[in-house]
């Protein structure tokens, strides 16, 4: 590791320092939307001006993480899905991290399960270290190297304190209201603070000090090629292929006994099971939640008996391979029926974006384990395997970005409407911008009411003019293009949503 100057500390603490400021403005009190992209290329451009600054070369294989990490900012500005917006931003700063720990020498095709857990937790905890360090620096410059040092350390140590202090402060003081009262007392003062000033002087320094760490880790770690670190789930206990074959032999008996219950009742039909007196909906409603946790544990249970089995010659016995090849294809089968059984519970009650998001990932826990099922066949290193999953995360997310899910269950609905009669006018109105073109139509049904009898072109015009409030306002750093687009389309129509909508308010 090399530690960089002062001098240099002081420049990357001046440009962090903005960054912090650009942070208020940017976002304090105003909704996400493309300023989150501007604020990551300023990143990015601050990050790669420091490496050219102080002549330090990358690998290569670094601005391959530019254009997903450039995708997920820019989905932030266009997708204004709630669940779309956390897991761009939770992607957006993975990217990022994932590609840091490449900058410092840690090939991202080389890395483990808990590599992955270690860039999540650790790296940024060794990056406020970072900060702390760096800020202890500037504070004791200028003084003997003696002196420097223990100013440095002082510094260090409030910087550590007080946030735990505050803490353990904010602890005490919720749980004992008479000693909230006292310490109240003590330090109340009789001059005002504008509490808005309060809050952007405390983001701005915050992320101005994050910056600072993140930045200085990067420097000072850069260009410094490391080996890989020893694999923490090495084999400790070599599972036996006696045990391997009780073991999945039993579950194989299980889940097959399953899975010929499912082709009789589930995927038969209806009706196959009003013998019972279910209907079918409620047979289906039952379960899928629990099948998925089977699913998963199945996943997790032959991934590390696969790890820990005993190996002739560094392969697995054949048995195991066949059994556990058996048993993911079961399995498979079985969340076959969790994926059944939802969509069954949508035809009679309709989509949810819930609902999307878990037969979504039912197939992606498919696609992982037909992945699973080539490792054990194949005889892969866990590497290649792990970084195929992270890659179909990666898949995963941008896919469901330009799959537009809450357009999609909005459509879905709609169409059930159609046939049914029936719309939950309200689950509709939870959803983003991103609804507002398929519910326009809708207010060209003045006589045709939702699913709780109220008339749906007052209800869908209510809900287009409380998006409209809340959103047509917004400053530019919220520009969004969904929101925009609906905006654009309410306008259109704006005479026809109000005097509706005012009839809702009325009534």
């Not at 909230?180 to 809050?199: G, H, Q, R």
């Not at 919220?478 to 308010?505: D, M, P, V």
Request: hydrophobic content about 55%.
């Amino acid at each position: 590791m090399n530690t960089i100057s002062t001098k240099r500390v002081y420049f990357v603490a001046v440009v962090s320092l903005v960054l912090g400021i650009l942070f208020d403005y940017l976002f304090y009190d105003k909704q996400i939307g493309i300023s989150f992209l501007i604020y990551e290329v300023l990143l990015l451009a601050g990050l790669f001006c420091f490496l050219f600054a102080f002549k330090i070369r990358p690998d290569k294989a670094v601005f391959l993480f530019l254009p997903a990490i450039l995708f997920f900012a820019l989905m932030v500005g266009i997708r204004d899905n709630i669940f779309l917006l956390f897991w761009n931003v939770v992607m957006t700063i993975g990217l990022m991290l994932l590609m840091a720990h490449q900058i410092i020498g840690r090939k991202i095709n080389q890395i483990l399960f808990l590599d992955y857990l270690k860039t999540a937790v650790i790296v940024p905890f060794s990056m406020l270290g970072k900060s702390i360090g760096a800020l202890g620096r500037i504070i004791a410059v200028g003084k003997g190297n003696k002196e420097n040092q223990k100013t440095s350390q002082i510094a260090k140590g409030i910087l550590i304190t007080l946030p735990i202090a505050l803490a353990f402060l904010f602890l005490l003081t919720s749980a004992d209201l008479v000693f909230k009262k006292l310490l109240t007392n003590l330090f109340s003062f009789n001059f005002s603070i504008n509490p808005d000033v309060v809050a952007q002087i405390w983001w701005a320094a915050f992320f101005a000090f994050l910056w600072l760490g993140v930045y200085i880790y990067i420097l000072e770690n850069a260009g410094q090629p490391k080996n890989s670190e020893p694999d923490l789930l090495n084999r400790i206990y070599k599972f036996g292929n006696i045990e391997a074959g009780i073991l999945f032999t039993t579950l194989n008996v299980l889940f097959l006994s399953f899975v010929i219950i499912q082709i009789k009742y589930l995927f038969a039909g209806h009706g196959a099971i009003t013998q019972f007196g279910y209907t079918y909906a409620e047979y289906a409603h039952k379960g899928f939640g629990e099948l998925i946790a089977v699913a998963v544990v199945t996943f997790a249970l032959v991934f590390l008996a696969e790890k820990h089995i005993e190996r002739s010659e560094n392969k697995p016995n054949r048995l195991f391979k066949i059994l556990t090849c058996i048993l993911m294809l079961l399995v498979i089968v079985i969340m076959a029926s969790a994926f059944t059984r939802l969509g069954i519970y949508e035809q009679a009650y309709g989509f949810t974006l819930l609902r999307l998001l878990v037969q979504a990932f039912i197939i992606w826990l498919a696609v992982v384990f037909l992945w699973l099922t080539y490792k054990i066949i194949r005889n892969t290193k866990d590497r290649p395997f792990i970084f195929g999953i992270f890659l179909s995360v990666v898949t995963f997310f941008v896919v469901f970005n330009l799959f537009n899910p809450d357009a999609f269950v909005a459509k879905k609905n709609i169409n059930q409407f159609v046939k049914t009669g029936a719309l939950d006018t309200k689950y509709l109105s939870t959803l983003s911008a991103d609804v507002v073109p398929d519910l326009m139509p809708l207010l060209a049904m003045p006589q045709i009411q939702d699913k709780y009898g109220n008339q749906l072109a007052i209800e869908i015009a209510f809900i287009l003019k409380n998006f409209y409030d809340l959103s047509a306002k917004q400053p530019w750093q919220s520009y969004n293009l969904s929101r925009i687009r609906a905006i654009e389309l309410i306008n259109s129509q704006w005479g026809l949503i109000s005097t509706l909508a005012q009839k809702k308010l009325i009534n």
